[in-house]
């Protein structure tokens, strides 16, 4: 293949609604003590109730439009990755595409719930790659306050609402110097779904269900499947920990990320952390991160950057991105 995958631009969005650890010690047994301490978390943005899960893509899809300089018109694939579409169907990045007025090229969602976004980014670029698109939208967009149980405390601090999104362009692998997609590493594993879980769906039960979560065993899981695909990525590329020039990690929690960047000897000054002003956004978490991070000035073009992500399935993945 003579094709490599560049990024042009990020975006997010977050619900205007925002939820502290305060407000949320007032409806379960919990503290805002309690939740900094396990989870580094501060408080989450709660999407209205007119607002979807295609509308908040649609926010963080026009921001990373805007922030790569092109339009709409440019766009000729849209991959949406999330656990939370508005329907059963058609998909999430139909509604999106429609709302984005692209009448050209294809869209579909992906689920791969908290992985989404690094399993629709290597899908993007193998797309770009094979010359089946020119310039992909990768979305991550979830409305996890619709699938909480707002009674479970052990549950319902972790989670918020956004959007991020990331525009790549299909470019020749002779030009931007070494800049592009590197590598990225998948991985799933399907004996541990009990442990992270909706309980409902449409063949199952009719209902949309709530999720339901064994904490403490995926925390167990968690640093090590990280690990596992960063260090096969690493192994692909020739790089190490101390090339990088930014780690950015699925935002699910502190002492996770923590974990990981300890274990895989990156500096904690190189880890973007924006876990505390969104909580757990699934698979809206890594784009929201690195959207800060370009937009602050902490992420320049020629950065090294490593993204990963962990999640229901479970999944697990890793992509390296010359910036
Ligand atoms: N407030 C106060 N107390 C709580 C709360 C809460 N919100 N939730 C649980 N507790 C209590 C428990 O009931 C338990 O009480 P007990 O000892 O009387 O039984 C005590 O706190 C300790 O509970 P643990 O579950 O052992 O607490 P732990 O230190 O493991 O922290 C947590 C829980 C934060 C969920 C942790 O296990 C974790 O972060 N796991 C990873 C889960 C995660 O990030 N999931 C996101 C999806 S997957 C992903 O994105 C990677």
Redesign the pocket.
């Known amino acids: 293949m003579n094709k490599k995958s560049v990024v042009l631009g990020v975006g997010g969005y977050l619900p205007k609604k925002i939820l502290t650890n305060e407000e949320l010690a007032r409806r379960v047994?919990?503290?805002d003590e309690?939740?900094v301490q396990?989870?580094g978390i501060r408080q989450r943005h709660i999407a209205s109730e007119d607002e979807f899960t295609s509308d908040l893509a649609e926010k963080a899809a026009r921001d990373a439009l805007n922030n790569a300089g092109l339009s709409t018109n440019d766009i000729d694939l849209i991959i949406v990755a999330t656990a939370t579409p508005d329907m059963t169907f058609p998909s999430t990045a139909s509604l999106v595409q429609q709302k984005l007025g692209i009448t050209q090229g294809f869209a579909f969602d992906l689920q791969a719930v908290?992985s989404g976004f690094l399993f629709a980014l290597a899908t993007a670029d193998n797309y770009l790659k094979t010359g089946m698109a020119k310039r992909a939208l990768v979305i991550g967009a979830e409305t996890f306050s619709r699938i909480i149980d707002w009674n479970d405390?052990?549950t319902c601090?972790?989670f918020g609402d956004g959007a991020g999104a990331m525009v790549i362009e299909a470019t020749d692998v002779s030009e931007h110097g070494d800049r592009g997609v590197l590598a990225s590493s998948l991985r799933t594993d399907g004996r541990h779904w009990k442990k992270?879980y909706v309980d409902g769906g449409v063949s199952s039960t009719g209902t949309i269900g709530h999720l339901r979560?064994q904490?403490?065993e995926?925390?167990k899981h968690?640093v090590g499947m990280i690990f596992d695909v960063v260090e096969d990525v690493f192994e692909k590329t020739g790089f190490h920990g101390d090339d990088l020039d930014w780690f950015v990690p699925?935002q699910?929690?502190k002492?996770?990320i923590d974990g990981a960047g300890k274990k895989l000897k990156i500096a904690p000054q190189k880890v973007v952390v924006t876990v505390d002003i969104h909580a757990?956004t699934s698979a809206a978490s890594v784009p929201l991160a690195l959207a800060v991070a370009s937009k602050d000035g902490r992420i320049k073009q020629g950065d090294l950057v490593m993204l990963e992500a962990?999640?229901?399935g479970f999944t697990w993945g890793a992509s390296l991105i010359r910036w």
Do not use: P
């Open positions: 047994d919990t503290s309690w939740i396990r989870t908290c405390r052990t601090v972790l992270l979560m904490g403490r995926v925390f968690a699925h699910a929690n002492r996770i757990n962990m999640g229901g």
